[in-house]
Nanobody
């Protein structure tokens, strides 16, 4: 059973930076991506960044050029570096295991973390 535990959320002013981490334990089978999703109040979950099992990285248009996803296989962690944060980035952020090739699609998520809150003030 895969377990995902996020950390690193918090409050920051617009233009600031945060780094989220996800501790990953348990096996994943078949082709998969490690992805970050977010959900703002009143909205559905949105995929923002993913790295698949051959190292291919994908970003949503809303975060491209500002967010950086990385994976430390030795530490079994998935990180999301968020720079130039905007108030519209305010959301609960979730780490997830997703079936390839639907790395940013919530309906193909196999496992979710519990989430970590990011709040960006103007």
């Amino acid at each position: 059973q895969v377990q995902l535990v996020e950390s690193g959320g918090g409050s920051v002013q617009a233009g600031g930076s945060l780094k989220l981490s996800c501790a990953v334990s348990g096996p994943s089978y078949g082709r998969y991506c490690m992805s970050w999703f977010r959900q703002a109040p009143g909205n559905g979950r949105e995929g923002v960044a993913a790295i698949d099992d051959v190292g291919r990285i994908t970003y949503s248009d809303s975060v491209k050029g500002r967010f950086t996803i990385s994976q430390d296989n030795a530490k079994n962690t998935l990180d999301l570096r968020m720079d130039s944060l905007k108030p519209e980035d305010t959301a609960m952020y979730y780490c997830a295991v997703v079936s390839v090739p639907f790395c940013l699609t919530p309906g193909y998520v196999r496992n979710w973390g519990q989430g970590t809150q990011v709040t960006v003030s103007s």
